[in-house]
């Protein structure tokens, strides 16, 4: 029984460290990818990769919230009837802690962060093409920024506790292409 809870710790520093490794890599990745597309683009590029971040958050925001809610029983059916993605589901929620903070935390904040970044990008450039410094600008850009996220935010959340079935099933045919939660 001590070898037992002796491993619990360990295993438990051995995802920390892997978040935080998948953190840094996942974050270095959006953050090169949206400085190369912010580069020479326009308004309405960068808008579009603003907008982008923002939906990406909230998609997995939604099934990170899901993985928390969703019950086993369907998909055990689903997977003995040998339906695509059942298995994949069953990995999600069996590990549902560790998916809701990687969708949650680690895809969820990164976008927060980057989404900030492109819109510091947004401002400036605004700026620079209306000749102004206007703190009133920035602030309005982050506010709607803000309101966009967190509203869309919360109609998730209602979506993700009312289909979580539905929302886990999908993510999890979505991970059954690459073969995750597969043994």
């Given at each position: 029984m001590?070898?037992?809870?002796?491993?619990k710790p360990?295993?438990y520093?051995?995802w920390?460290l892997?978040?935080?490794?998948m953190s840094?890599?996942l974050?270095?990745?959006?953050?090169?990818?949206?400085?190369?597309?912010?580069?020479d683009a326009?308004?309405?590029?960068?808008v579009?990769?603003?907008?982008?971040f923002?939906?990406?958050?909230?998609?997995?925001?939604?099934?990170g919230v899901?993985?928390?809610?969703?019950?086993?029983?369907?998909?055990?059916s689903?997977?003995?009837?040998?339906?695509?993605?059942?298995?994949?589901?069953?990995?999600?929620?069996?590990?549902?802690?560790k998916?809701?903070s990687?969708?949650?935390?680690?895809?969820?904040?990164?976008c927060?962060?980057?989404?900030?970044?492109t819109?510091?990008?947004?401002?400036?450039r605004?700026?620079?093409?209306?000749?102004?410094?206007?703190?009133?600008l920035?602030i309005?850009?982050?506010?709607?920024?803000s309101?966009?996220?967190?509203g869309?935010?919360?109609?998730?959340k209602?979506?993700?506790?009312?289909?979580?079935?539905d929302?886990?099933?999908?993510?999890?045919?979505l991970?059954s292409?690459?073969?995750?939660?597969?043994?």
């Amino acid at each position: 029984m001590a070898k037992k809870e002796e491993s619990k710790p360990r295993s438990y520093w051995h995802w920390v460290l892997r978040i935080f490794l998948m953190s840094v890599v996942l974050s270095a990745v959006l953050s090169f990818a949206s400085g190369v597309v912010l580069a020479d683009a326009g308004y309405a590029l960068a808008v579009l990769v603003l907008v982008l971040f923002i939906l990406l958050g909230i998609v997995f925001d939604v099934i990170g919230v899901a993985v928390t809610a969703a019950d086993t029983r369907p998909f055990h059916s689903m997977a003995a009837h040998r339906e695509k993605g059942a298995r994949e589901a069953l990995y999600l929620l069996k590990n549902a802690e560790k998916a809701s903070s990687f969708c949650n935390d680690v895809v969820g904040d990164i976008c927060g962060i980057v989404s900030g970044s492109t819109a510091a990008v947004i401002v400036v450039r605004l700026q620079a093409s209306f000749s102004t410094q206007s703190i009133l600008l920035s602030i309005s850009v982050t506010a709607l920024i803000s309101g966009l996220t967190i509203g869309g935010k919360a109609i998730g959340k209602k979506l993700a506790l009312d289909r979580s079935t539905d929302v886990v099933l999908r993510a999890a045919k979505l991970l059954s292409i690459f073969h995750i939660g597969r043994k």
